[in-house]
């Protein structure tokens, strides 16, 4: 295990409702990444955050959105939600200066 | 738009065999390269990284990466069932930050 937690596991949701996602990152990391996994292809980065500030963010529309709180653990909201937003939700964590990320266990999304 | 491709598979070998899992990836300012295994159902699992031209070997895995031609790849010696599992290829700028991943080869280890 990577140390890296996530909540909830699973999640059903309604078409249009809103959602939060948490993570807490592995000890002694302060930058976390989200990114988004369909059924059958490779994940897509969402945004990272470091030292509580949004520092990158990939194609994704302004509902997705994020914290980072001073303990370094983080959300992810995603208003509005749509039927393609039903995927797996990965939150991953590194140190600052080192290249490799890890992963959460992930959290299921299903939209209806 | 950065890519990276690889093969889908699936990529069976008989155990015992070596697997070679290979990576393409577009972004000639790529500077960090990643090999994650993940298993039906379960998260991304960090299993090799490699930041220079060569070969790095971690037990039965040794990872190479060929910058001019942007190529990165993975063998597996002495492959297990165990290792059954999607392998997924990630290229990074400087210092990992954001990870573009590949789709994924799925490989099947036969007993």
């Known amino acids: 295990e990577t140390g890296v937690t996530q909540s909830p596991t699973h999640l059903i949701k309604t078409r249009g409702q809103q959602v939060t996602l948490r993570c807490s990152s592995q000890s002694g990391h302060n930058t976390v990444s989200w990114y988004q996994q369909a059924l059958g292809q490779g994940p897509q980065f969402i945004f990272q955050y470091y030292r509580e500030e949004e520092n990158g963010r990939g194609n994704f529309p302004p509902r997705f959105s994020g914290l980072q709180f001073p303990n370094y653990s983080s959300e992810l909201n995603v208003n509005a939600l749509e039927l393609d937003d039903s995927a797996l939700y990965l939150c991953?964590?590194?140190?600052?200066?080192?290249?490799?990320?890890?992963f959460g266990p992930g959290t299921r999304l299903t939209v209806t | 738009q950065k890519e990276v491709e690889q093969n889908s598979g699936p990529l069976s070998v008989p155990e015992g065999a070596i697997a070679s899992l290979n990576c393409t990836y577009s972004d000639r300012g790529s500077q960090s390269f990643f090999w994650y295994r993940q298993y039906s159902g379960k998260s991304p699992e960090l299993i090799m990284s490699i930041y220079s031209n060569g070969d790095k070997e971690d037990g039965r895995f040794t990872a190479q990466l060929n910058k001019a031609s942007q190529y990165v790849s993975l063998l597996i010696r002495d492959s297990q069932p165990s290792d059954s599992a999607t392998y997924l290829c990630a290229v990074g700028g400087n210092a990992g930050n954001m990870l573009t991943f590949g789709g994924g080869t799925r490989l099947m280890v036969k007993p």
């Open positions: 991953a964590s590194r140190k600052s200066t080192g290249g490799e990320q890890y």
